[in-house]
T-cell receptor, first 111, second 113 residues
């Protein structure tokens, strides 16, 4: 079983929809949780970054971490065609520098 | 230009040949990483380095060699390329003291024929 599980999609939604992307994990030692966005033929870029449990909001994006359920989510409000990309969750333990990535979810926002 | 650059962007090589992928960063980040990205597997760590002259294996190191004689460079060498090494390779860097995630390069798309 992988340490981090992520549904690969693709997830197709109409413009303006609320999108929910999720990851589950098995290692209770994970403390840092990230979401990366990757456009086609580009490298991943950091989108959201949270430490431990709770919510974090940045514009149309909200990241949630539920450590009791080992479940993290990324919500995108008022989705735009420019949000079409692959979204990767990633996480790491308190100490050390190695990230563990999910497989990525392909999102397509149709105009 | 500041950032992390990978070269070449695209490479086609023959089975059995040695090929080196280059990675250069301008921030003096202490950590550098090599990942490969394949459909169905996501990003898998090949090797990483915590500082110059310090390297360690990741999840899928077989068939690869790395070196880090200077902080800013972290080349990845495929000693004898195989078709299973056809993939997109990403280099990344991060700073340990003010950790804010990894910064990735644009990737090298390698095809082994």
């Amino acid at each position: 079983q992988k340490e981090v599980e992520q549904d690969p999609g693709p997830l197709s939604v109409p413009e303006g929809a609320i999108v929910s992307l999720n990851c589950t994990y098995s290692n209770s030692a994970f403390q840092y949780f990230m979401w990366y966005r990757q456009y086609s033929r580009k490298g991943p870029e950091l989108l959201m970054y949270t430490y431990s449990s709770g919510n974090k909001e940045d514009g149309r994006f909200t990241a949630q971490v539920d450590k009791s359920s080992k479940y993290i989510s990324l919500f995108i409000r008022d989705s735009q065609p420019s949000d079409s990309a692959t979204y990767l969750c990633a996480m790491r333990q308190e100490y050390g520098n190695k990230l563990v990535f999910g497989a990525g979810t392909i999102l397509r926002v149709k105009s | 230009d500041a950032g992390i650059t990978q070269s070449p962007r695209y490479k086609i090589t023959e089975t059995g040949r040695q090929v080196t992928l280059m990675c250069h960063q301008t921030w003096s980040h202490s950590y550098m990483f090599w990942y490969r990205q394949d459909l169905g597997h996501g990003l898998r760590l090949i090797y990483y380095s915590a500082a110059a002259d310090i390297t360690d294996k990741g999840e899928v190191p077989d068939g690869y060699v790395v070196s880090r004689s200077k902080t800013e460079n972290f080349p990845l060498t495929l000693e004898s390329a195989t078709r299973s090494q056809t993939s997109v390779y990403f280099c990344a860097s991060s700073e340990s003291r003010t950790w804010g995630g990894y910064t990735f390069g644009s990737g090298t798309r390698l095809t082994v024929v």
